[in-house]
């Protein structure tokens, strides 16, 4: 991986957080999330956005250092077969495109269609509490956000060091992130996105697995490598030295 792969590394990190959250998995709890993690009724959150998005913030800092650990698990397993790298990136990529075909029904696997999220039947009281729930959602596997995390955790120990791999689950987990804390704050706005929205999940679910496809054979064939370096002298100077 070159030094100027990182910067399409972040941007299809942060996309795959985006699809992460509008999946089928994901974007029809937030309500849900959000009153769990507040402790108040929808009509509540409405009247107190200062606390709903305080506990959002905290959610958020739960999963993101889950996604944090696991990518720097990644990083740290890429890097000790740091001889084998290229092979890591082909199997990898190979790993992708069966991920992308999963989420296209292409066929089943029932390892990914088992439930595997972590629950919790009463909110841990106070703060501390809002973070532990972000924590457990973080570890947590379902059949929709196991691909994209797993997609990007792979392309993480094939082609990162340990900060760029950091970055990375950064990356996704801000794009999982950012629409869920708009999301506490216009609570009301939300569930009449969702409304409009909720009969057009499935081709998230489709696009998703078209990235991964797409993703798997960029790696395959070192492609991405290729694709930065050229996207890279597209752009402008004052840009490249702040990437």
């Known amino acids: ?27 029809p709890l937030i309500p849900s999330y959000v009153t769990f993690v507040t402790g ?14 305080v506990h959002s913030l905290l959610f958020v800092l739960g999963f993101t250092i889950i996604f944090l650990a696991l990518g720097a698990t990644a990083t740290t ?10 092979w890591i990136g082909r199997i990898g990529g190979a790993l992708l495109v069966l991920f992308g075909l999963y989420l296209l029904g292409v066929f089943d696997f029932a390892a990914l269609q088992r439930e595997r999220r972590v629950h919790i039947a009463n909110k841990p009281a106070g703060y501390f509490g809002t973070v532990l729930v972000g924590l457990a959602f973080g570890a947590g596997w379902t059949p929709c956000i196991g691909p994209i995390l797993g997609g990007v955790l792979t392309y993480t120990a094939s082609s990162a ?21 708009l999301a506490s704050l216009a609570i009301e706005r939300f569930l009449a996105f969702f409304t409009k929205f909720r009969s057009r999940i499935i081709w998230v679910t489709r696009l998703s697995g078209v990235l991964l496809i797409g993703v798997g054979l960029l790696l395959m064939t070192d492609y991405l490598t290729f694709l930065s370096s050229y996207l890279q002298r597209l752009t402008p100077e004052f840009l490249r030295s702040r990437l």
């Not at 108040?40 to 998005?53: E, N, P």
């Not at 760029?164 to 992130?177: E, I, V």
Request: proline share 6%; hydrophobic share 50%; with cysteine.
């Open 1 to 27: 991986m070159t030094p100027d792969a990182p910067s399409i590394g972040l941007a299809l990190a942060f996309a795959a957080g985006l699809l992460s959250f509008l999946s089928p998995c994901v974007l």
């Open 77 to 86: 397993l890429g890097r000790a077969l740091g001889y084998y790298r290229d």
């Open 161 to 181: 060091d340990l900060g760029r791999g950091m970055l990375l689950l950064l990356a996704y987990s801000l794009g999982l992130a950012v629409p869920f804390l």
């Open 40 to 53: 108040l009724s929808l009509d509540d959150v409405t009247r107190s956005r200062r606390t709903a998005f």
